[in-house]
């Protein structure tokens, strides 16, 4: 039996959890689990006035064991844990029950087995709980340096914000020259500023900032150690290496526009060009917009080349295209009123305020006309002249034939080329290629590897304003980190068991983190964990072959208590 | 003799059918048990007893009302509120027992009519505390049994007094209810004064008025909602278990969606797109497809704006499961004779030009307007806002959020319609540049 003194609480959610449980048989029926001191019930267990019962009992029966059976984790573990320590209890030897998400909301037809399972589990988080030992948080001194990768208008703009901040900055761009695609976009929507004045005046900044380093042509190579305390090496040249200390990393790589296949809506044509290359034709027009050496007076746009593709691979819309385009249409007018525009478009994605642009191009003559994905328009050459042909939904479906001088592929963004960062930095990738967010509401700039940041369009497709958006983002996250001066890690890292350890290698290998060195004791060599590294995934713990390796607060003897709460029979 | 109220307290066992039935009956209204004519109660824990109007002989209510509104029924002997009531509220005051009240919801007073000579009541109680009958004794003559609160004189200065301040009347019954403490009625305004570096607005936006889109119903037509109530009827802490229509609580098999109601409109003078309405309607097509799997919904749009990461696959996936999609601005909805509703429309898709369409509810996709107040946050200087009366972003591309007052930056919304991916960006990016101010401002000092 046990010397423990356990707590139980359960919770009856308002109704979430006692409208489907019989919350009191359960408790009735775990107050006679082994350990247990206290079990009662509370209507909220995350009110404060039911907190501060709990405390109360805490100290009064000096519980070194806590159960809360209530809802998931994920909404109220650190709520719990911090009660446990306001009480003084160890926070790790608290327990969450999920009595909600995991049982009375999926059982809502049955009470009597939602009752049985409810009690099923809380003595499962008895059985765990008695066996917990007080563990502590590891501490680690955060470096206050940040390291940008991609000096384009989303590394910029963050690197500023960061100086402003106090913190130093190495941003580096594999590029021989800073700006990325900003700079070859000429005008801008929404509000005609020119991407290379803006890279300019950016670049200028950055110069008299005294905190930032700046490197071009060079990648970075090299990373370990832990969120608030990496250590990098970047490559510059292809041959000259450094080494860095950096607190977080910020990676705004950007993006690559979409290249059409050869002949993908007559690509390869002469006349047909993509919205980039247009926009660097309109950037140096001046008068008249001429292609090679003609007067272009008719422009068929098509969108959505490269994205919502209904047979290729890129499902996703890139976001900035038809307010490019529309901008772009506007930009034409403006050089040459007498050019005439069809836009061959699929949905007029004008967001928000690009809205304006959209109205204005309308107006000022473009026509729109609409086709479905799986009616794409076809684009042929007759006599050396382009002709678009296409069934205009607005038209009832009319196929309509458009000659045209220039067709403007309005291309998208595709994921950069980027494998050599990604397994330096083990990025996560998303269905779409992009780099994926933990959360895109919650947590849009952190990735599950702590400390690095993404932000711009190497997490999606933006505009130039929501990639500076979102890169001082990161700056925000990234700046609270490192500036904090430490950071805590939770303790449930691997631990291997001396006595048993053979050091057999199989670990190390298994280990994505790098968290395991082999060391010497007691005249053998076994296995060590790098705790700063550690992340307790626990892929090291099923592959050991003599079981010397288990993960803080669930060992294996933990584990099958639990089982043994759960299989057990109701009397 | 004519028939009367009898209650007898001690069957009553506080049931409170006789309040259901009492507000179900007068209201027709299945969602308003709040303002019934008669209160069950438990009085020290154990004692049961029902309020309900004596229907006084000699009746303060209708010696004070001004206007005579208050009139007694022959065939019932109950005293009805008339039309000529002008809501002074003098007899909620005059009346000794408080049961003749003001319902703040359909502001009108409200008192017990007997139902017309059948009470509603009575046909409910389970206990048979209440019974309609012939009384058996004479009935109390009033003066004799109890005093007068209050003169007609002071009567009618203590209703002048009456600031019309809402429903709460302050009995305390929500705070004692509340199992999570939740509620005090002593919390008091309180101003503070902060000296602070930097100062974030993150005041939001406002939402269209969907009565201002006439065409549409909205307030006309029982069943057309906005997307705001569509989303409350969806929510786990939902009112009801189901979706169901307001008109008679039916569940609805056939819903229709109305895009951009208050968008991309220059009729209501919003020439802007709001960014979320498309995707939080195709977020609502998809939970309704849950919870009526048989339900056909349709979504009336110009352009689906689906353009943030996963959304168009999101769209897709709504596509996959069985919405419809029809490209085309609706014109003007009319009401059906069931509470049925028919939708004019454009089917710009096809060839066949305007048509109609019948559905069960109409939930209208209302969209984001400027929250003006923002402007004036500052007594001194007013913020610089955009033509359409957002606050300015003086610097958007490279300082998203910066404003025209030195050290004042907004988050969200209140620069631009939003979504919340969006919207938490821009209150981080915010920060950081608040947080840089600040720190700058500090070192320039130092």
Redesign the interface.
């Given at each position: 039996m046990t010397d423990r003194k356990i707590g139980v609480f359960i919770c009856y959610c308002g109704g979430n959890i006692s409208d489907y449980v019989d919350v009191e048989k359960v408790r009735d029926v775990v107050e006679h689990e082994p350990g247990v001191v206290v079990a009662k019930t509370h209507m909220f267990c995350c009110a404060d006035a039911d907190q501060q019962e709990m405390v109360e009992h805490i100290q009064n029966e000096k519980l070194d064991g806590l159960v809360v059976a209530s809802c998931s984790p994920k909404l109220h573990l650190f709520t719990f844990r911090a009660m446990a320590e306001r009480a003084g209890l160890n926070p790790y030897q608290y327990v969450q029950v999920n009595l909600r998400e995991q049982c009375s909301w999926a059982h809502r037809d049955n009470m009597e087995n939602a009752t049985d399972k409810a009690i099923r589990l809380v003595r499962a988080g008895i059985a765990k709980t008695s066996l917990t030992e007080p563990l502590t948080t590891l501490r680690i001194k955060t470096t206050p340096k940040v390291l940008v990768i991609g000096a384009g208008v989303a590394g910029l703009s963050a690197s500023l914000t960061l100086a402003d901040m106090g913190l130093s900055v190495h941003l580096i761009d594999k590029a021989p020259e800073v700006g990325g695609w900003t700079r070859k976009y000429g005008k801008m929507f929404i509000n005609d500023r020119h991407g290379n004045k803006l890279i300019d005046t950016l670049l200028e900044q950055v110069k008299q900032k005294e905190e930032i380093t700046l490197f071009t042509n060079t990648e970075l190579v090299e990373k370990s150690g832990s969120m608030g305390d990496f250590s990098v090496k970047i490559q510059a040249n292809g041959k000259d290496t450094i080494s860095l200390e950096v607190g977080a990393i910020i990676v705004t790589t950007g993006f690559d526009t979409y290249t059409p296949t050869e002949g993908e809506f007559g690509y390869g044509q002469d006349g047909v060009v993509t919205l980039p290359e247009f926009k660097e034709l309109l950037d140096g027009s001046n008068g008249s917009v001429n292609y090679n050496g003609h007067r272009i007076k008719n422009i068929v746009y098509i969108y959505c080349v490269g994205s919502r593709q209904v047979d290729g691979e890129n499902k996703y819309c890139s976001r900035y295209c038809c307010s490019a385009a529309v901008h772009s249409a506007l930009c034409a007018c403006d050089i040459d009123t007498g050019i005439n525009q069809y836009h061959l478009y699929r949905d007029m994605r004008t967001y928000g305020k690009h809205e304006i642009i959209y109205e204005e191009a309308s107006k000022k003559g473009s026509v729109l006309i609409r086709f479905s994905g799986e009616e794409p328009p076809e684009v042929e050459t007759v006599d050396g002249k382009l002709l678009v042909k296409v069934n205009d939904q607005l038209a009832g479906g009319e196929e309509l034939e458009i000659p045209a001088d220039l067709v403007v592929l309005v291309t998208g963004m595709v994921p950069r080329e980027n494998q050599k960062l990604i397994e330096v930095l083990k990025l996560p990738i998303g269905l779409d290629g992009f780099f994926n967010e933990i959360h895109p509401k919650l947590r849009p700039v952190e990735t599950v590897i702590d400390g690095v940041f993404i932000a711009g369009t190497a997490q999606g497709p933006k505009t130039l304003t929501e990639s500076v958006t979102s890169a001082l983002a990161a700056v925000s996250k990234g700046a609270a980190l490192v500036k904090k001066g430490y950071v805590d890690l939770e303790p449930f890292i691997a631990r291997i068991d001396p006595q048993r350890c053979l050091w057999c290698e199989i670990c190390q290998k298994a280990c994505p983190y790098d968290a395991i060195e082999k060391v010497s004791f007691d005249g053998k060599e076994i296995a060590q964990v790098i705790k700063s590294l550690c992340k307790g995934g626990g892929a090291c713990v099923p592959v050991c072959p003599e079981e010397a390796i288990f993960i803080e607060g669930y060992t294996d003897i933990q584990v099958k208590a639990m089982i043994d709460g759960l299989i057990k029979e109701n009397a | 003799m004519a028939k009367r109220l009898i209650y007898t307290p001690n069957r009553c066992v506080d049931c409170k059918s006789c309040e259901m039935a009492c507000s179900f009956v007068h209201t027709q209204d299945i969602t308003n048990p709040a303002m019934p004519r008669i209160w069950a109660f438990t009085f020290k824990r154990d004692i049961k007893a029902v309020s309900v109007c004596q229907q006084c002989e000699d009746a303060p209510c209708q010696k004070v009302c001004p206007t005579g509104a208050l009139v007694r029924n022959p065939a019932t002997g109950a005293i009805e509120r008339t039309d000529a009531c002008i809501i002074c509220k003098s007899c909620t005051i005059a009346c000794p027992y408080g049961n003749i009240h003001f319902d703040p919801i359909y502001e009108e007073i409200v008192k017990c009519d007997f139902c017309g000579g059948d009470p509603a009541c009575v046909k409910v109680c389970p206990t048979r505390a209440l019974v309609w009958a012939e009384e058996p004794a004479p009935a109390i003559k009033q003066d004799a049994e109890i005093e007068t609160v209050l003169t007609e004189e002071e009567a009618r200065y203590s209703a002048n007094r009456c600031l019309d301040c809402g429903g709460c009347s302050e009995c305390n019954q929500c705070v004692i209810a509340c199992?999570?403490?939740?509620i005090s009625l002593n919390m008091h305004e309180e101003i503070q004064t902060q000296e602070v570096e930097s100062v974030i607005i993150s005041t939001g936006f406002t939402l269209f008025d969907a009565h201002l889109k006439q065409e549409y119903g909205y307030g006309r037509f029982p069943n057309v909602i906005t997307a705001m109530q569509m989303d409350r009827l969806l929510a786990p802490t939902r009112p009801f278990n189901h979706v169901i229509r307001p008109s008679d609580g039916k569940r609805p098999d056939n819903i229709a969606y109305v895009l951009c109601t208050g968008s991309?409109d220059h009729t209501v003078n919003n020439?802007?797109?709001?960014?979320v309405c498309c995707m939080y309607s195709i977020k609502q097509s998809q939970l309704i497809m849950g919870s009526l799997p048989l339900a056909d919904i349709t979504i009336y749009y110009i352009?689906?704006?689906?353009?943030?990461?996963?959304?168009?696959?999101f769209y897709?996936q709504a596509r996959g499961m069985g919405v419809y999609f029809v490209?085309g601005k609706v014109a003007k909805i009319e009401e059906a004779e069931d509470g049925n509703l028919k939708l004019f429309y454009e089917n710009?898709?096809?060839?066949e030009g305007t048509q109609q369409a019948e559905h069960d509810l109409v939930v209208l996709s209302v969209g984001l307007l400027p929250n003006i107040e923002a402007l004036t946050i500052f007594k001194e200087e007013q913020l610089e806002a955009?033509l359409?009366g957002y606050v300015k972003e003086i610097n958007?591309?490279?300082n998203?959020?910066k404003t025209s007052i030195e050290g004042v930056f907004a988050a969200g919304s209140v620069t631009?319609?939003?979504d919340?991916?969006?919207s938490?960006?821009?209150?981080?990016?915010a920060?950081?540049?608040a947080?840089?101010?600040v720190?700058?401002m500090r070192?320039m000092n130092k």
């Open positions: - | 199992p999570a403490d939740a991309r020439p802007l797109c709001s960014r352009d689906i704006r689906a353009f943030g990461k996963g959304y168009d696959e897709e490209k710009i898709e096809g060839d955009d359409y958007e591309n490279t998203p959020g631009a319609a939003q919340i991916p969006d938490i960006l821009h209150a981080d990016a920060a950081a540049q947080a840089a101010f720190e700058t070192r």
